[in-house]
């Protein structure tokens, strides 16, 4: 079974702190995602990454950053936490260039409150 | 800019009916896959239906099935003999292909089954 694995459900962080949010995908996939989603804007980019140690912004990457330094494992980090980034955040992987199926397959999600 | 739309914030449905859901988008490219994902409340992202662009045929999936409009850059989804189950957000998604597989996400439709 294909499993995308989110560190954590939950999550409460002091404003100011330093925030890892881990994603890991047993798939082999090459593409991984890091979405935040709040009520009535849907799912909004903020990062992405198509393979090692490469990636690119999304729409919304001001205030986070992100390690893929293992095809597995991609992380989310919130360098200075802030109570706007309270959120739901959703890791995804897909298979790379080529594939012709680029289904994409999500973890449980994390739900992050800053206070 | 590649973007998706989904109209109808919320939907109410009568168990056993049918019901569509909008999706618009925009793109300049010419080879491109088209998604609608469903969440349910347990938070899980899992895919309903997919389309390649480069396919005329309509895709369907059981009770699934999709209006694919290349032309008016549409993609409704169409769910017949709604379940309870069928109670979740559901969201149309857009890829361009290529490299990178970057995946954007409409604003949802939260669809409501009512027995």
């Known amino acids: 079974d294909v499993k995308v694995t989110q560190s954590s459900r939950y999550l409460v962080k002091r404003t100011g702190e330093k925030v890892f949010l881990e994603c890991v995908q047993d798939?082999?996939?090459?593409?991984m995602f890091w979405y935040r989603q709040d009520p009535g804007l849907g799912l909004r980019l903020i990062y992405f990454?198509?393979?090692?140690?490469?990636?690119e912004k999304g729409d919304i990457p001001e205030g986070y950053s992100v390690s893929r330094e293992k095809k597995e494992r991609f992380s989310l980090i919130l360098e200075s936490a802030s109570t706007n980034q309270t959120s739901m955040y959703l890791c995804?992987?897909?298979?790379?260039?080529?594939?012709?199926?680029?289904?994409?397959?999500f973890g449980q999600g994390t739900r992050l409150t800053v206070v | 800019a590649q973007t998706v739309t989904q109209s109808q914030p919320e939907m109410s449905v009568q168990e056993a009916e049918t019901v569509t859901l909008s999706c618009t988008y925009d793109?300049?490219?010419?080879?491109?896959?088209l998604f609608w994902y469903k969440q349910p409340p347990s938070r899980q992202m899992i895919l309903v239906i997919r389309?390649?662009?480069?396919?005329?045929q309509n895709a369907t999936e059981n009770r699934f099935s999709v209006n694919f409009q290349k032309a008016a850059k549409s993609f409704s989804l169409k769910i017949s003999d709604s379940q309870l189950g069928d109670t979740a957000m559901y969201f149309c998604?857009?890829?361009?292909?290529?490299?990178?597989?970057?995946?954007?996400f409409g604003t949802g439709t939260l669809l409501a089954v009512q027995p």
């Open positions: 995804a992987s897909s298979q790379g260039q080529g594939s012709g199926y680029t289904e994409a397959f």
């Open positions: 798939m082999d996939h090459e593409n």
């Open positions: 990454s198509y393979d090692v140690k490469m990636k």
């Open positions: 793109t300049s490219e010419n080879n491109y896959y």
């Open positions: 389309q390649e662009a480069y396919k005329q």
């Open positions: 998604a857009f890829t361009p292909g290529g490299a990178t597989n970057k995946l954007i």
